[in-house]
């Protein structure tokens, strides 16, 4: 089954709102063997509505939308969908009784007028219960097709996703013998190398893949390598994919760090937690990100012990012992620096393992032969240390995020050969 999204909105348009909705719904619905093939954005506009559902219809004959069923004057998508189909608005006594006693019983006293137009109802739509919000789904069947109206509230749309248009998308494949397929994908996440790096040493694989298809989805972080197969049975399916990775993982070698929505920190603490190490870190660019990357992992605590923020050089010299007079003839971005960080958050937490990070991250402080983005890394486990030098490209933050990732990478591949 192939079918569309139209999410609205004019906050989604100007960008003060990230479209969070569409991505939920199309894993979701790839789940249970139904494919989107389009997106469309509109905002809060009656004839930018009528006309990007019309015309999705067109194409598949079935379409979801999300946003535009509030009780406010911009809140249009309901009363375009009743005109589309010729299905006059009734006031639903029901849902209205419901309203209200949701209102009073939340502690919020008399509803307001303006909730009463959601109680309004299509002619003949099936009410879509919306346990989390006012607002009710909908779902529309006529002769330009279907449609299904979902709030945009990320809360109350996954609610009745998963309750409610589920199981009906479900049994709607069932009945049309197309239930067994599914869409499945697998998500390999590597670190430290660029796209195009990777194009050229995975391309010539591709063909090996078939029948699962390949995305790069680069980031901050890394890039991410997408492995997908649709219109095949769960069983098959899983088949296909682990061949396809067996196939693909020997040439990203260790720039593969984990799957599906692993993060890099909690690979380095399960590492670290295996090995018996205790961890510490010390920060002066990433002005402490990279703890804030480990101590987001729950379970943390039994692995990392502490860090310092060593952004003055007085504090480099004071809390973590690097010598003045290599600060003055080095500079606080090089390499003896962060080598004698990284040993010196060791000693003072007392940890095993650490890493040390120092750069600039602009955007002024760059010089000629150190520019904005240059930045040394160190990584030490019982006495085995490593340091690199990095430049990394974009803005302030981006620098700073990708250090702390290259931090936590560098650790990562010392402990790795110490096993």
């Known amino acids: 089954m192939d079918l569309e999204l ?3 909105g004019t906050e989604l348009l100007l960008g003060f709102t990230i479209d969070t909705n569409a991505a939920d719904i199309a894993r979701a619905l790839a789940s249970v063997g139904a494919r989107v093939v389009r997106k469309t954005t509109v905002g809060d506009d009656t004839a930018a509505i009528g006309d990007a559902v019309r015309l999705a219809l067109s194409r598949t004959g079935f ?3 999300t946003g535009g069923l509030g009780p406010t004057r911009d809140d249009v998508t309901k009363r375009v969908m009743a005109a589309m189909f010729d299905a006059p608005l009734v006031v639903d006594e029901a849902y209205l009784e419901a309203l209200r006693e949701r209102f009073a019983r939340l502690g919020h006293g008399r509803m307001p007028d303006a909730n009463l137009s959601q109680a309004e109802i299509p002619t003949g739509a099936t009410v879509l219960r919306n346990r ?3 607002a009710p789904g909908l779902w529309l069947d006529g002769p330009l097709g279907t449609v299904i109206l979902l709030p945009g509230v990320p809360r109350e749309m996954s609610g009745l996703l998963e309750h409610e248009v589920l199981p009906r998308v479900t049994a709607r494949l069932d009945a049309s013998h197309q239930r067994g397929a599914v869409i499945v994908s697998r998500t390999l996440r590597t670190t430290g190398i660029t796209e195009s790096a990777l194009a050229d040493r995975i391309g010539s694989l591709e063909e090996g893949f078939a029948p699962a298809t390949l995305a790069y989805l680069p980031g901050l972080d890394g890039v991410d390598l997408r492995l997908t ?7 098959q399916a899983d088949a296909v994919l682990a061949r396809a990775r067996a196939h693909l993982a020997p040439a990203l070698g260790a720039h593969l760090y984990g799957e599906g929505d692993a993060d890099l920190a909690t690979v380095v603490l399960d590492r670290c937690r295996d090995a018996g190490l205790t961890l510490a870190v010390a920060e002066s660019c990433t002005g402490g ?3 804030a990357r480990i101590t987001a992992i729950p379970g943390a605590s039994d692995v990392f012990v502490g860090g310092v923020i060593a952004y003055a050089d007085r ?4 809390e973590l012992g690097v010598p003045r007079e290599v600060l003055e003839r080095a500079g606080a971005v090089s390499e003896p620096v962060v080598r004698a960080m990284v040993a010196g958050v060791m000693r003072r ?7 040390a990070v120092t750069g600039i991250a602009g955007p002024g402080g760059g010089t000629s032969d150190k520019p904005v983005g240059t930045v040394w890394l160190a990584a030490s486990v019982h006495g085995r240390e490593e340091a690199i030098l990095r430049r990394f490209p974009g803005d302030r933050d981006n620098v700073r995020r990708r250090s702390a990732q290259a931090g936590l990478d560098l650790l990562r591949k010392l402990l790795a050969k110490g096993r």
Do not use: M, R
């Open 6 to 8: 139209v999410t609205i």
């Open 63 to 65: 379409v979801i939308t």
């Open 132 to 134: 989390w919000g006012t």
């Open 229 to 235: 197969v649709a219109g095949l049975p769960a069983a």
């Open 289 to 291: 990100l990279l703890g």
């Open 315 to 318: 504090v480099k010299t004071e």
């Open 349 to 355: 937490c007392g940890a095993g393992a650490g890493i």
